[in-house]
Each structure stands twice: as C-alpha cells, then as structure tokens.
C-alpha cells in the first residue's frame, strides 16, 4: 500500500489517477464521497470525468475490510479518500476507538495489495475552533497514522509535488 497525505487541492487525488494509469492491470477505484450539496456533487464530477471508464468503480461512503478482500487481487486499489471515510463514519455516530478499529482493519488488508491510499493532513492548520472539529482532526491524525504505520511508502503531497516520508534514524 501507498499512501498519499497532503493539505486540500494539493494534488493527491490527480497523482493517484496518475500513478494507477501507468498499471499494467485492472484499477479498482474505491470512492468515499457523499454528495450532500451542489458542490460537492461538482468536486464528484470532476473526479469521475477524470478517470478512466474501464476502471472498476466502487462507491462505499464506509468503506470496510471486507469490500477490499472482495476485490479482485490482481487489481490495483485506489482508495479516495480516508478524509470522507472518517467523516461517514463519524456522520453515522461511530466513536473515535470503533473508528480506530474501522481503519485498522482497513489498513490490514490494504497494507499487503497493490494499492494507493489518499488522506488529508489536517493538523497542520489553524487549531479548529469548535470540539466536532478538534475530534474530527484527532481521529482522522489518527486514521492517518494508523495507515502510514501499514504503508510501504507514504507521500506528503504539496503542490501536486511529493515528500516521502520515513522513520527516523535511530540513535544506536
């Protein structure tokens, strides 16, 4: 699994239809999305016209473990975005450990496929000024986490530019 961190409109979703074209193979691509308004139903056009028809699509608002292992292995599974999928869970009134679960089990499955993950980094803002806000940054700090510890390689994405990022050196 590849998982791809960065702000909003920093361009993870264009590299993760970037990098599944160059597969030789069958794309799944797993969406998250709701649309609960006009724009987001526009951001959901715009990613479905950027994408290729042959692609597998999958729409799961609370994506789980299981719609993973149902995917063919030989496909590669692209994962947009862990950003929503906490929100949904969130939406349906799962708490922040069940969401912990949610992804660690996302995470198992995903972490030995060929697969691109993308999440937003959000705790790097402004501290959000309401509790819903501040819990919906820890879980989803935490999500990320979880993931990147599962991933063999994670990217900041900035700029459409990508940062891997490692563990640090140990002192001994």
């Known amino acids: 699994m590849n998982l791809l961190l960065g702000g909003v409109r920093s361009g993870k979703s264009d590299l993760a239809v970037r990098l599944a074209r160059r597969w030789h193979g ?36 609370e994506l789980s473990a299981s719609d993973i292992e149902a995917c063919p292995v030989d496909h590669l599974i692209v994962v947009d975005c862990i950003t929503l999928l906490v929100s949904n869970l969130m939406l349906v009134d799962r708490d922040e450990w069940d969401i912990a679960d949610h992804i660690t089990e996302l995470a198992t499955v995903l ?49 459409g530019k990508t940062f891997p990022l490692t563990d640090p050196p140990m002192p001994w």
């Open 111 to 159: 972490a030995p496929r060929a697969a691109v993950v993308v999440s937003n980094e959000v705790g790097m803002g402004v501290h959000p000024p309401t509790d819903l806000g501040r819990r919906y940054r820890d879980i989803l700090g935490r999500a990320n986490t979880i993931l990147a510890a599962n991933a063999a390689h994670t990217h900041l994405v900035m700029a």
């Open 26 to 61: 069958s794309v799944t691509f797993v969406a998250t999305a709701r649309a609960f308004d006009d724009d987001m139903a526009h951001r959901i056009a715009r990613h479905q016209a950027d994408r290729p028809s042959e692609w597998t699509l999958l729409e799961r608002p």
